[in-house]
């Protein structure tokens, strides 16, 4: 559960309820230390994999410059627009 807890939003009750429920002080240390460690490769990680790739949407974001943003958003609606035709259409597929 403490490895779990680092990732969730709420995750900052699990300790407590810890304490509350007389855990092993040694034992619960020792757990979220590595806890720690697997929360922290997990976002470092993807950064050390794709650190080119990440270079490269940068530089293409500041060749665009201030036409980014809008370039961004016009490709999340078209995301988001797709994706709500095409629930739409297996909905209909379903349910003739």
């Known amino acids: 559960m403490l490895t779990a807890a680092k990732f969730l939003p709420i995750g900052i009750?699990?300790?407590l309820r810890a304490g509350a429920m007389d855990?092993?002080?040694v034992r619960f240390i020792l757990v979220d230390a590595i806890c720690s460690l697997l929360y922290?490769?997990?976002y470092i990680l993807p950064g050390f994999l794709f650190h080119?790739?990440?270079?490269q949407v940068v530089?293409?974001?500041?060749?665009?410059?201030v036409f980014?943003?809008?370039?961004?958003l016009v490709f999340l609606g078209g995301y988001f627009s797709h994706e709500f035709f095409k629930r739409r259409r297996l909905k209909k597929l379903r349910n003739p």
Do not use: I, N, Y
């Not at 080119?52 to 270079?55: F, I, T």
């Not at 980014?68 to 961004?72: E, H, I, K, T, Y």
């Open 13 to 15: 009750l699990v300790p």
């Open 23 to 25: 855990a092993d002080p």
């Open 40 to 42: 922290a490769t997990f």
């Open 52 to 55: 080119d790739q990440l270079e």
């Open 59 to 65: 530089a293409f974001f500041k060749r665009v410059g």
């Open 68 to 72: 980014s943003v809008p370039l961004f």
